[in-house]
């Protein structure tokens, strides 16, 4: 069962077959990416002449050095709020039995079903009246409250699975609710805190739909409307546009490969929730 | 951790009689304040005013705006373009959860062998999935493109007849959403069911193996019904999602041809922003919020059912 024998052999034929094929479109990415525009051979043979000068191009004219500042701030500031409130809240919502307790979380809990379209256009409103449109704070708040429902139910799921014994030993010793929740509680939450941390980064950092609403027509931009504006203006020069997405991708792929198997585990971690 | 717990004096810990019960404090209500009131803010009020709006004629500037009961709805039922939009909604959604959680666990079996390049393999696979969305979505729409690089290899491997331009043509763009989409999220199906087949002991399926079972009759008595967690997670993300599907579609087609790949979110974001049919628009989405939430509850209940039969 253990031993690699022919069959396994093919399997593997087959799976680097389909690696392949999944690959090839990262591969084009490159290979045009670093192509002159002058050079019109086929994208798929191999470049002959690889030049830089898309990617500074694109970095010029992309504005990709602001958007990219926004989106690393939008993203560490409204995740690490929506981890810190959401902890907080699922540690009386797991705990207690109580009918506000339950009330409050099925509460909560509608926020997985309700589909963002619905509240975006009534809230792109009140963002309009507080003067927030073209402030990337909007979208801190925007996440920060948006990601509150799913982010509580992998807390609670987790919380509930722990045994209690170690909350009660600290308010037996004396620890109050907040001391018992900092340095009880929240270091048990580690392992899905990690999940929360890759779950909720990936998804605001990744976010189209809210930044071209509440950041059109201003001069501040996230990664993803950044890329999405150049395209618009740059139409049909590809080389330069797939300059722009490799570089907007790359610092995404750097976390990924450098912290890969936190990552991995952290989506597959939903599971356990 | 416990260094910072202060150990009061022992007149002041719970008395003996029945320290269990009484130590059992539960953590004071208002914990849930602050993350209450950014999700009151953000989702809970302008959902429920967002549903208000959709009885109304509002055009999302001007403060007078009149209630017109059901009109927007039934003006849906007027509306070509909004019946096509649900249509497609459905269809994408639904190839998009087979489609991609078929590859997914094809791709989780063969990863979850003995090859070598198992791990590099796990982590080529699952990349796409934490790619910004729109920006696969422009690398696409580039790569199926008359003069793209999928009409390129056509070429080479001599299936030259089936070059053409894959998003122009009305009735194959839809699939091109759904070949980007699965693309992008085959390895995310794929990392969850791997998870699911690692928490199966291996003793089991030797068990399996040694009274000489086959392996189509191992997957399917021991291997799924061990699977239905990570079968009930993945169906919920992928029909969720591509209920909910916008960016591709913006980015690849913006809609079109014509109005062949328009979704209701794509035409929500239309109605709202270009011609600023706001309280349309919103309709639109109570729609879609219908939508989804007949879906979870459905499948909640089926696959519940179905996980507890199974177990």
């Known amino acids: 069962m253990n031993r690699y024998t022919k069959r396994t052999f093919l399997l593997e034929m087959v799976m680097v077959a389909v690696g392949i094929v999944f690959a090839f479109p990262v591969y084009v990415l490159v290979n045009l990416a670093i192509r002159q525009p002058s050079d019109t051979s ?8 690889p030049t830089f000068g898309n990617f500074t191009g694109a970095w010029r004219e992309a504005g990709l050095g602001g ?35 339950r009330g409050t979380f099925l509460l909560i809990m509608l926020g997985l079903i309700l589909p963002f379209q619905l509240a975006s256009l009534p809230l792109y409103q009140t963002v309009r009246d507080l003067g927030l449109l073209g402030s990337v704070w909007s979208l801190v708040l925007f996440y920060a409250g948006l990601q509150v429902p799913f982010t509580t139910f992998l807390y609670v799921g987790f919380l509930r699975a722990l045994p209690r014994d170690f909350e009660d030993a600290a308010s037996i010793d004396g620890a109050g609710p907040f001391k018992t929740f900092r340095y009880i509680v929240l270091p048990m939450l580690k392992p899905i805190t990690v999940t929360a941390l890759v779950l909720n980064a ?14 059109s027509g201003s001069d501040q931009q996230t990664v993803p409307v950044a890329v999405a504006g150049f395209v618009g203006q740059f139409v049909s020069d590809w080389n330069l546009i797939f300059a722009a997405l490799l570089i907007s991708i790359v610092p995404v792929l750097a976390v990924y490969l450098a912290l890969q198997r936190s990552i991995i585990n952290g989506f597959a971690g939903g599971l356990k929730g | 951790m416990s260094a910072d717990l202060q150990v009061r004096p022992p007149g002041r810990t719970v008395s003996p009689a029945s320290p269990r019960r009484r130590s059992r404090v539960a953590p004071p209500w208002w914990f849930v304040l602050p993350a209450l009131l950014l999700f009151a803010f953000v989702v809970l009020v302008p959902s429920a005013r ?38 497609h909604t459905l269809v994408i959604a639904v190839a998009i959860t087979v489609i991609q959680n078929g590859i997914g666990l094809l791709l989780a079996l063969g990863v979850n062998s003995m090859i070598k390049t198992r791990n590099f393999l796990r982590v080529l696979l699952f990349a796409p999935a934490v790619i910004t969305p729109i920006v696969t979505a422009y690398l696409w729409r580039n790569l199926l493109g008359p003069d793209g690089a999928v009409n390129s290899l056509l070429g080479m491997v001599g299936l030259g007849s089936w070059r053409q331009d894959w998003l122009g043509d009305p009735d194959l763009a839809l699939w091109m959403v759904v070949l980007v989409v699965v693309w992008q999220f085959a390895g995310y199906s794929m990392v969850i069911f ?33 699977l239905a967690p990570a079968i009930t997670i993945n169906l919920m993300l992928s029909i969720i999602g591509g209920i909910k599907l916008f960016d591709q579609v913006y980015a690849l087609t913006g809609g079109g041809p014509g109005h062949a790949t328009d979704t209701i979110s794509t035409l929500i974001y239309k109605d709202a922003f270009t011609l600023g049919e706001f309280g349309y628009s919103i309709a639109l989405a109570v729609v879609l919020t219908v939508i989804v939430s007949i879906v979870s509850a459905g499948q909640f209940v089926v696959l519940n059912r179905n996980e507890k039969a199974a177990s």
């Open chain 1, 42 to 49: 086929s994208p798929i043979s191999p470049t002959t002449s």
């Open chain 1, 67 to 101: 958007a990219l500042v926004n989106s690393v701030l939008v993203t560490t500031v409204s995740v690490f709020i929506v981890l810190a409130v959401s902890a907080l809240a699922a540690y009386p919502l797991a705990r207690s039995t109580a009918r506000w307790s």
């Open chain 1, 202 to 215: 990936v998804a605001v950092w990744n976010d189209f739909f809210t930044p071209l609403l509440y950041l």
């Open chain 2, 50 to 87: 967002g549903i208000y709006y959709a009885f109304t004629d509002w055009d999302g500037l001007d403060p007078d705006f009149a209630l017109i009961g059901l009109r927007n709805f039934t003006d849906m039922l007027d509306d070509g373009d909004a019946l096509q939009a649900v249509w």
């Open chain 2, 194 to 226: 791997l998870a699911g087949l690692q928490s199966i002991p291996r003793e089991i399926y030797e068990a399996a193996a040694i009274d000489g079972t086959g392996a189509v009759r191992r997957f399917w008595s021991i291997v799924r019904p061990l």
